[in-house]
């Protein structure tokens, strides 16, 4: 739980300086719990751990995938790492997210298996939820200083409030999706309760509190996929309820979702920046109408009268249609203006299966799209994500890795489904919007999946505990039913001798030496087994908080190196120690290789390439090494497979012509005149590539994000190559 709350409040857990603390903190407590639990398990059916009494672990048919499909994926991105791929820094990077998954799936396994093991994960789900709920909230309302926490931009296609909600995960639409989630799984828990007869007012209230305001702040992330994701969700529940259970599952949804569109658009009037006071008043006001329009619906359904349950109906459907049309009118221009957005998604995902193409079995690595999109895409839009968690697994691990995630996907909708139905649409609207957005990016989202799945699996423990509960209690008569017998009760059923002559039977000397000897190899052969998977595990776990306090430390030597004045020698010293803990960063590596004299550089930066074969910059850098060196030819290889790996960046171009240009002059100043025309021609040849390429954007009106053109500077140095390309070596400014 501590960790849940930690990917809560590190903004979800979507980069670097996020993920490293964690995984530091979540490795720590795994190892003291093996040294805990390995050690008090020994000759023992269970151990106390404080809060919780875990049973020993049986790999049960559901739970144990939690587990073993993270650490596939975790396999997949270490293959990667090992042998190459487009980012070795990457690739690591997803290696350690997986690791870290696969490290919270055991443990939230353990607690889903541990006596209470349901009472906690519901706690557990109740304090994320609402603690990403009122955060947002009262950040919206002025309470809570929440920096971040509300985007705000004046673009019609992204917010028609001009401002959307991101709360705590800086990201409206990962926000929203999360929200969504939580608000599915309050909606279902209200229906049950409303479901039954004679509700005190206290346990309805306990029930529909958390609804309105999470129905709120999923209206004011204003995400069209999460609304939509949400919807859909609901809808297949609502077709799944008995007859009987429908009507109730709308009572619990009416009044909280009126209320949150009157909440929503107050709010959105203000562009999400009311003062405190109204703010504040406005959501009391919300909240207890939503509360007290609940209990009056369902003491008009529950009160027999045929006039009350038509009231109660019409109620229902009311609220409904005011709810739609509130929010409809608040977003009705930027469902209008969204064209845009959807048409930009369409090219990503284009431009993104023809990238998946390449490498479609094994895929590209950790980061494929991040690293190869600037060289991709097919017009300068800015997408610095896939939009699609599906495309983004299948860049980086190709078909195997979507064989892994759907499988894992299938098999825990088929437990849910079975087991904890209640729970079906929240995790049916992590799948859907994780499909279409990059929610899958954010830990958050997969510890949320994995924390649903093992409440499942402590459902499913706690019925079966229930059903042989009758049976259980005739143990003390001599029957022993347990689910998961001991070892020696399985040796004892293996060791069973078939009914034979008795001439044919051993003595009982004999038979007690050959059960004595069976027993013996069988808990030898279980304490082996127990001693290897404590080495793997140590060893992973070892590891995994190695590598992970290395590249935590190297960040925080980087971000020392930045806040002292370039070339200083203590920040040259912090650069330096940042690269030898962590020299598969490329932006580090340029850093540093900025600082060192060009014989020390150049190494640096050819080795930082082999890590990251389509980083543009740093072949940017070797060309302008080469140009300082008079080797323009070879510069001229480096600034052509720079613009070619972002073409569409102006800066790049701008670069690579003026180092061209300063690489002829100085080869003709050492008295290489032939080589310094050639340099010319080359790049003369660069600067048409650039203005038939900026010709092409212009002509086509492509959707231009990155203000892509051609550039004044660029005519100008081109007119100075034309001239020391024809023999004339002055200069034009």
Partial sequence: MAILMAGCMRRGLFNSADLYPVILMTGTIMMIFLVVYIGGTLGKKH????????????????????????VAMMLCYAIHGWTGSVSTQGSIHEMLRWSLLAMFALLVSLLAASEGGVRWLAFGWQLAGGMLVLSGILAVCGVLPLPYGVMRIADLEISSAGARLGGLLQYPNAYG?????????????AAAVLAGRAVPASRLFAAVLPLMPAQ???LLSESRGAWLAAGCAAAAVFALQRRGARL???LALAAPLACAA?????????????????????????????????LLLCRLWHSGARAGRAAAVAATVLAGIAAALMAAASTAERFA???GTGASRLQIWRDALQLWSEAAWLGHGGETWRNMLRAIQSSPYVGGEVHSGLLDLALDTGLIGIALIAGWLLITLHSIRRFAPRLLPTVLVFVLHGAVDFDWSYSLSWMLFIWLAAWAVALRTEAESASTQPFTNRSAAGASLAPYPSIDSAYMVMTEAPTVKPSSMPRPSQRYAYHHTLRAICSRLVQVKRYIATFLLACWLGGTVCMTARYAWADMQYRYALAEPIGTTTSVEHLKSAY??????????????RTLPQAEAKPILLDGLSRSPKDSDLYLQLG??????GEGKQAGKYFITATALNRYDVDTWRTSLYWMEHAAMREISEGQIREGRQTAVIGIQMLECYRELATQVNSKRMRNDRRFLLHASASSTGENLHRIAMGSFGRVR
């Fill in 47 to 70: 151990v106390d751990l404080g809060l919780v009494r875990v049973k020993s672990l049986h790999p049960e048919k559901w739970g144990y995938a939690n587990v073993a499909f993270p």
């Fill in 337 to 339: 203006a969204g064209v």
């Fill in 580 to 593: 030898r803990l962590n020299p598969t960063r490329p932006d580090l590596v340029i850093a540093l290789a």
């Fill in 177 to 189: 999706a999360i929200v969504g989630m939580y608000v599915l799984e309050r909606l279902t828990a």
């Fill in 624 to 629: 302008r090494l080469a140009s300082h060196s």
């Fill in 262 to 294: 009157w909440l929503y658009r107050q709010l959105a009037a203000a562009q999400l920046a009311p003062a405190p006071g109204p703010g504040l008043l406005a959501l009391a006001g919300a909240w207890a109408a939503a509360l007290l329009g609940t």
């Fill in 216 to 218: 709120a702040a999923l």
């Fill in 248 to 250: 109730p599952l709308l």
